[in-house]
């Protein structure tokens, strides 16, 4: 039986993360250690609650008629949404095709979990981070080699609008250049939304 | 205007266009509660169950669901100019398209979510104090030998103790009951400068309380006859439903199980709890007693004749 470890369920999300209204389902388990990590309690794969995609279905249905209305649904993050490939696949089944499900992920996984779970997905949130490998390794402690090699992958199998790319400003990580330096490189790659913006350090 | 409010009120305007789209009559009373809106609440929620149930009727009669597609972008400028919005559907396939009005600041990837409530132990302590009229007492327990616990906290607290945290009104209290080790840093830091907490209560507030409890009253005979202190007992979960209700001092068994169903079938605002260097709250699932002055200080419209005895 299929079961994935999620520590938040944020309902009634507006813009924030998806088109119309949205409910956010974080997953627990991250390839990450950034800095600024709010949820730092999705590094730990151990604690959290199970769910199984029938529970989850069964818990989020609840706003279904938003969902429909202004063509929402479920956004899943996390942690890094894209390591639970059967979860999600299998709550796809189960939801029909009619929510959008996105992916607010960080593409830092094996790019047979980004073929697996491209059909099923409607869109992706991508947080890049910083395109500079030194940057991006200082402020996540991981490289991005499977960042830009998934993107590419994205990028060539679909419509690019299909792609929001978040670039943030990183405090004492990066700066307003480097930030220009990324975006002109996503453009050149294919991407064509960006969402730039301010990481909050708490 | 807070954004639980600004919530409310869209997805407010979302049923109003279902309804309108769908042919439904839907009556949206305007809220008046002026606390902390969380976006929705059991009215609102009973709205989307009725909302529901009429499309399920009307697709039985072979009526498909009219759903035109609403922007979000088109009602939060509606919400925040106060009128309503004539939504039309984008055409993007963008996730967050040209609908963001904040496009310099943002939380960090998934931020700002709820977190899922821990499962946790049933509270089995219950406070009192001599109160008058109708004056809830909530309290809340946690283990803190509850690994959950542990792990939240860790980084500022470490717990190797176990004891319960009680909460009254907005003051929590702990109680050390044992367990190896000691605590490394003081619940009173804890409890002062780490954790808010936000206790559970009835929707409109105590006057509406006592209004819903007036309803479901009358049909108790002579209920204004009654006097005394009557204290109720009960579980507010994490979605606001009542649960396991106890008559825990009676005063006459009728008006008991008058109040016992009374509660049972309210909805009330759940309590929860946030680390303060977090920006998500946890739900918390609370007992709670409520000490009840009989009678009360509403008035109960009494309906039909009073009860004629059986003869055997």
């Known amino acids: 039986m299929t079961s994935a470890l999620v520590f938040g369920i944020g309902r009634h999300r507006l813009t924030t993360d998806g088109e119309g209204v949205t409910t956010l389902v974080t997953f627990n388990g991250c390839p990450l250690r950034c800095k600024y990590c709010l949820n730092k309690i999705s590094w730990d794969i151990v604690k959290g609650r199970h769910y199984t995609p029938e529970m989850l279905y069964e818990e989020v249905k609840i706003d279904q008629l938003y969902f429909l209305a202004t063509h929402g649904g479920i956004t899943f993050g996390g942690g890094e949404p894209l390591l639970q490939v059967d979860f999600i696949k299998e709550f796809r089944v189960l939801c029909g095709p009619q929510w959008q499900i996105l992916a607010e992920t960080s593409l830092n996984v094996p790019l047979k979990n980004v073929e697996a779970l491209d059909a099923v997905l409607d869109g992706y949130i991508i947080d890049v981070k910083d395109m500079d490998p030194e940057i991006y390794k200082a402020y996540t402690g991981n490289d991005n080699a499977l960042v830009l090699s998934n993107l590419e992958w994205i990028l060539s199998h679909g419509d690019p609008n299909r792609i929001m790319v978040r670039v943030p400003h990183i405090p004492d990580f990066n700066t307003d250049e480097d930030v220009a330096r990324s975006m002109e490189r996503l453009k050149t790659m294919g991407v064509v939304n960006f969402d730039e913006f301010t990481y909050i350090i708490r | ?312």
Request: charged share 30%; net charge negative.
């Open chain 2, 1 to 312: 205007m807070a954004k639980g409010k600004k919530t409310c009120k869209i997805l407010k305007e979302i049923r109003k266009q279902i309804a309108a789209e769908n042919d439904i009559k839907l009556v949206v009373e305007e809220c008046t509660y002026q606390g902390d809106c969380l976006g929705t609440c059991p009215k609102c929620e009973a709205e989307v169950r009725y909302l529901e149930r009429e499309l399920e009727k009307r697709q039985r009669m072979g009526k498909a669901a009219v759903f035109a597609g609403m922007s979000i972008g088109t009602l939060l400028t509606a919400a925040a100019c106060g009128s309503t919005a004539n939504a039309s559907s984008s055409d993007s396939k963008c996730p967050n398209s040209t609908e963001v009005t904040d496009n310099t600041i943002h939380e960090p990837l998934a931020g700002n979510v709820v977190a899922v409530a821990p499962e946790r132990p049933q509270p089995d302590t219950i406070i009192e104090e001599p109160l008058m009229g109708i004056v809830p007492m909530y309290h809340d327990t946690f283990s803190f030998d509850s690994e959950f616990y542990q792990k939240y906290l860790k980084e500022k607290f470490v717990f190797s103790g176990m004891g319960n945290l009680s909460i009254l009104g907005g003051k929590v209290e702990y109680e050390h009951i044992g367990g190896k080790g000691k605590l490394c840093n003081t619940m009173e830091d804890l409890a002062e400068e780490a954790v808010e907490f936000k206790a559970p209560h009835y929707y409109g507030g105590e006057e509406m309380l006592l209004e819903a409890l007036a309803v479901g009253l009358m049909d108790v005979f002579d209920v204004e006859k009654i006097k005394g202190d009557m204290e109720v007992e009960f579980s507010v979960n994490t979605k606001g439903e009542i649960g396991d209700v106890k008559i825990v001092k009676g005063l006459d068994k009728v008006l008991d199980d008058a109040v016992s169903s009374a509660f049972s079938k309210m909805a009330w605002e759940p309590g929860d709890y946030k680390l303060k260097e977090e920006s998500w709250r946890l739900p918390l699932e609370c007992r709670c007693v409520l000490k009840i002055n009989f009678p009360i200080d509403v008035p109960i419209m009494l309906q039909g004749e009073p009860p004629v005895p059986i003869e055997d």
